[in-house]
């Protein structure tokens, strides 16, 4: 925190600043956005996960949020599209590649 001592505001200020925190909130929601409509399902991506270690798989679903990600683990994740970046596989074919997978009852 920078330290920023809210009772010291007056109302004009304190209405600048929650106006600041919504235009921050609507560019972060509209680069989530951008960033799932440019993902698609059957896609590989790779991400890294909470450890750091690289997770690799294909995009089975776009939620409001996140991207669900079948990892080539047999793991299913669910990750933020901002996080995601398009694997770059020589001579494999994008997309189209079933993977098995069970489905939760």
């Known amino acids: 925190m920078h330290g920023i001592n809210l009772d010291a505001l007056n109302e004009a200020e304190l209405i600048e600043?929650?106006?600041?925190?919504?235009?921050?909130?609507?560019?972060?929601?509209?680069?989530?956005?951008?960033?799932?409509?440019?993902?698609?399902?059957?896609?590989?991506?790779?991400?890294?996960?909470n450890n750091g270690q690289t997770q690799a798989g294909i995009v089975i679903r776009r939620n409001r949020k996140t991207v669900t990600v079948h990892g080539d683990n047999g793991r299913q994740w669910n990750v933020s599209p901002q996080l995601?970046?398009?694997?770059?596989?020589?001579?494999?074919a994008q997309?189209?590649?079933?993977?098995?997978f069970s489905r939760k009852g």
């Open 84 to 92: 995601l970046r398009k694997e770059k596989r020589a001579g494999a």
């Open 17 to 49: 600043l929650h106006d600041a925190v919504v235009d921050l909130h609507v560019l972060h929601q509209q680069k989530t956005t951008h960033a799932l409509l440019e993902l698609a399902i059957g896609e590989r991506l790779m991400f890294e996960d």
């Open 95 to 100: 997309g189209g590649n079933l993977v098995p």
